[in-house]
């Protein structure tokens, strides 16, 4: 078992003592965690999205901030502020919820296009800017944000360059029944996310990551992912396709996938495991899909039964042969 194998292992198992049932949606937030990547969790309330990122974070030993957005909360509020100190007669930084390791935007469509802009600079150089001066942030940092895709009454859509800069778009969805009686029965006395342990280092963590950049992946498998980001930019309902940083998450996670399954390569089912959760919410829709309520999810999955998996070369013929 590789380090990238046996951290994500570890990992998963603990953090299935509070999130139950969902084994493949931790196993996605891993693969983010591995290549340096922030997700987006769009799903109704009560499912346990908070919950999932405050047992990622014990699971790691890394620090943990929420974040409540709301219409009036300012950009200031996220970065820090800069604060006249009386006693020295200068300037103090006091730093905001952002500076920590893993920071939860809760219902991050709730705050103004202003507000939601703080996190720019944050999620794409891993470092903010206050007064002009510059603070890095500390590795690992990863920001997982949620949002209702039911309730729109007093929320304002997530600028099309925040929505690209998340490497992944997940949703937990309702447990079954079976799985619902066991989380009644795991809180019966106490929350288990009271009694959650790390399991992995930073150094370990840092080792899966450093890992996950040595898998190999083949020209042929490099072509398929740019062949699939390409297509979504061809297809009739889509008005605005993937971006290269589509393209660059689907190779990254692929990679991750390929590592946390104890291979050293990526094949083609990689790819088509992730090509929904990485490409999917960065298609913009055009008026007439939107009437039609055309699902981007379907659209990517559309390209995927399309465009044929590479298979080996044929070895061209010899000139007049």
């Known amino acids: 078992m590789n380090t990238a194998e046996a951290a994500a292992q570890k990992i998963i198992h603990n953090v299935e003592k509070v999130i139950i049932g969902k ?7 891993i693969l983010a965690l591995f290549t340096e990547g922030h997700v987006l969790i769009e799903d109704v309330p009560g499912v346990g999205k908070t919950m999932l990122a405050r047992a990622i974070a014990k699971s790691i030993g890394c620090s943990f901030r929420r974040i409540q957005f709301t219409p009036d909360m300012l950009p200031s509020d996220i970065t820090g502020v800069s604060v006249f100190n009386q006693k020295t007669r200068e300037f103090e930084f006091r730093p905001g919820p952002v500076m920590a390791n893993i920071v939860l935007a809760d219902e991050i469509n709730r705050a103004t296009p202003k507000t939601q802009s703080a996190l720019l600079e944050a999620m794409e150089e891993r470092q903010i800017t206050v007064d002009g001066v510059t603070y890095a942030l500390e590795s690992p940092f990863l920001v997982f944000a949620t949002q209702n895709p039911i309730e729109y009454e007093g929320t304002f859509p997530l600028p099309e360059a925040q929505v690209d800069r998340f490497m992944m778009r997940v949703s937990l969805g ?29 150094g370990e963590l840092m080792a899966a990551q ?33 971006s290269p940083r589509g393209s660059l998450a689907l190779y990254k996670t692929a990679r991750a996938l390929a590592a946390t399954l104890g291979r050293d390569f990526v094949i083609p089912d990689d790819i088509k495991a992730l090509a929904i959760p990485t490409l999917a919410h960065r298609l913009i829709l055009s008026p007439s899909a939107r009437l039609k309520n055309v699902d981007q999810e379907a659209i990517v999955q559309e390209i995927l039964d399309s465009v044929p998996v590479p298979g080996s070369r044929v070895p061209s013929r010899p000139a007049g042969s």
Do not use: C, F, N, W
């Not at 084994?23 to 937030?29: C, K, S, T, Y």
């Not at 009686?181 to 992995?200: F, K, M, N, S, T």
């Open 23 to 29: 084994r493949q949606v931790i196993h996605l937030i």
């Open 174 to 202: 309702y447990p079954a029944e079976e799985q619902e009686i066991a989380i009644l029965d795991a809180q019966q006395y106490d929350h288990p996310i009271r009694h959650l342990e790390q399991v992995i280092t930073l």
């Open 210 to 242: 450093e890992h996950v950049k040595q898998v190999y992946v083949s020209d042929l498998m490099k072509e398929y992912i740019v062949h699939l980001v390409g297509e979504t930019r061809r297809h009739p309902d889509v008005y605005l396709g993937a």
